[in-house]
């Protein structure tokens, strides 16, 4: 962002008390402008006890494995985007379960939501971001070739609040 949308004048950084943290400010009219993070809203679907894992085709991470998910658009709830990522990236409609957890990075500005899912239908197909869709059971998941330190902290979550251990 290089113009203030307030006025159009020319944003700038500059330290803000009380939080004395850089923000861009419109010298002239004194609007703030927030970088606010990105909500990632991820589900983990499982059916008959095998959960779905795609390989990701684009960057970051291209090639790696992870659960479906996305950014959460305006106007929808993060349980909505869950599932519409989910049936976009690997074709499957879901019921989610509950939270396994939310993970915050300080050097990433997603915020990633991460729900348990029951696979209702749905065959698998991979949609454009994705490269391929396995199912794996808990003790096949391929913890060195996840694509984000989230996907990892998740799944040992997951497997977690199911009595199981994960490894890495």
Do not use: H, N, Q
Not at 24 to 48: H, M, N, Q, T
Not at 52 to 77: H, K, M, S
Request: charged share 30%; hydrophobic share 35%.
């Amino acid at each position: 962002m290089l113009y203030c949308p307030a006025c159009g004048r020319r944003l700038r950084w500059r330290l803000r008390a009380p939080d004395d943290r850089p923000r861009l400010r419109c010298e002239a009219c004194g609007y703030v402008f927030y970088l606010d993070p990105k909500v990632s809203a991820c589900a983990i679907p499982v059916r008959d006890g095998r959960l779905y894992l795609l390989r990701r085709a684009i960057d970051p991470g291209r090639g790696r494995w992870v659960f479906p998910g996305g950014y959460l658009e305006r106007g929808e709830t993060v349980e909505s985007a869950a599932r519409r990522e989910t049936e976009e990236e690997v074709g499957l409609r879901v019921e989610l379960e509950g939270l396994v957890g939310v993970y915050s990075y300080v050097d990433s500005v997603v915020v990633t939501v991460v729900y348990a899912a029951r696979v209702l239908e749905g065959e698998p197909r991979p949609g454009p971001e994705t490269l391929e869709i396995r199912t794996f059971l808990p003790e096949e998941i391929p913890w060195s070739e996840l694509a984000f330190e989230s996907t990892g902290e998740a799944l040992r979550d997951w497997l977690g609040g199911r009595g199981r251990r994960g490894g890495a």
